[in-house]
């Protein structure tokens, strides 16, 4: 089982530059440089429809061995999901395959991928911003498909319901409609 979606790539697998889409701006803009050598372990993006407990749209990892430049539209399928939280907000990293590769076919849910690849992603989100001042996020584990279409299918009506409103305002609000989204 997947789906399929369009992911609006910001960051090329093994970028030490963080990109971010600014909502407001409709532009991407440079956020800034990784510390210590580290490196984006896969292309990663965001779903235009989906809007994240973090007030950012749903970001997504594209599997592939190929790096995709930011700014680009490609076709994927979720498979999975990786549970996350950063800086007390639960900000999930929905893992999907490029859909448009011959040789990623065969791939159809989040058992397929290799565990290397896994735990790389793991580590990375687990250690690239605990510095100090930077913030802090903790990687609670991977799921697989259906797990990840109710977070999308949560995450598209709350763009529908408040894709409009300022980022600050919405955190604040869900922090005391959905205290369980949050951890501070
Ligand atoms: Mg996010």
Redesign the pocket.
Known sequence: MNKEIIVNIEIPKDSNIKYEFDRKKGKIVVDRILRDGFKYPANYGFLEETL?W?G????VLVYSERKFMPGVSLNARIIGAMKMI?DGET??KLIAIHNDDYKLEKIENIEDIPKKWLDKVETFFTTYKNWKGVGTTSVLGFKGFKWAIKEYNECVKLMKKYGSWDKNKFIKEMKKKHPEKYTK
């Open positions: 994240d973090d950012d749209e749903l970001d950063d900000d999930t």
